[in-house]
């Protein structure tokens, strides 16, 4: 089945203590990207990748990394979590992220919440 | 500088009434893509349709409809005949080429459909 497999679901962590929340596709895409979701805010883009180890930031990139070694692969790092960094995250992927854009398919979520 | 607004928060209707969802758009793009995106009670993200800026053809998938105008820079979403398992969040999203072809979401409605 062709998916976006976001781990973990769900993470309660204490402020500073590092995480990774892992994102694999098996669709071959070549666009993967990462949005925070935030109540009245709609989605907002964390990083995004348009191939491997090709990464840009986004809209709200500060205290968040990512890496692209593998075409399937784009964890989320949050070296030093906090508080203001609990939210709903989303790993999404696309066919390609240039022209044309196919719209994404998402992961299905990882609530953080950083206490 | 691109932006989407989705000016309706929530959205009550009673089964069976039609709805439409309102989307704005800005860009100094010709080229550029919209896009639906529902988002159930269960949280995860799927993908409804996507419209380049070159096809103003309005489409229509079973119950629902969009309408595209970019006299009026809008695209929006009408479903008829609404039933309860419509009750979502609703995203508009934009993708242009001056935005690197990062998508940006408008802040989501809220669609009640009451039985």
């Known amino acids: 089945e062709a998916q976006v497999t976001q781990n973990p679901r769900y993470l309660i962590t204490v402020t500073g203590k590092k995480l990774t929340v892992t994102c694999s596709q098996n669709m071959n895409h070549e666009y993967m990207s990462w949005y925070r979701q935030d109540p009245g805010l709609g989605l907002r883009q964390i990083y995004y990748s348009m191939n491997v180890e090709v990464t840009d930031k986004g809209d709200v990139p500060e205290g968040y990394k990512v890496s692209r070694k593998e075409k399937r692969n784009f964890p989320l790092i949050l070296e030093s979590p906090s508080p203001n960094q609990t939210s709903l995250y989303f790993c999404?992927?696309?066919?390609?992220?240039?022209?044309?854009?196919?719209?994404?398919?998402f992961g299905s979520g990882t609530r953080l919440t950083v206490v | 500088a691109q932006k989407v607004t989705q000016a309706q928060t929530e959205i009550s209707v009673v089964e069976k009434e039609d709805v439409t969802l309102d989307c704005v758009y800005e860009t100094r793009d010709t080229t550029y893509y919209l896009f639906w995106y529902k988002q159930p009670p269960s949280g995860e993200l799927v993908f409804l349709i996507r419209?380049?800026?070159?096809?103003?053809q309005n489409e229509i998938s079973g119950r629902y409809s969009w309408n595209f105008q970019k006299s009026t820079s809008s695209f929006n979403f009408t479903i008829t005949a609404s039933q309860v398992v419509d009750s979502a969040v609703y995203f508009c999203a934009l993708s242009d080429v001056s935005g690197g072809f990062k998508t940006i979401f408008g802040a989501g409605t809220r669609l009640f459909v009451k039985a």
């Open positions: 419209r380049n800026s070159f096809d103003e």
């Open positions: 999404a992927s696309s066919l390609s992220g240039d022209i044309p854009n196919y719209g994404y398919t």
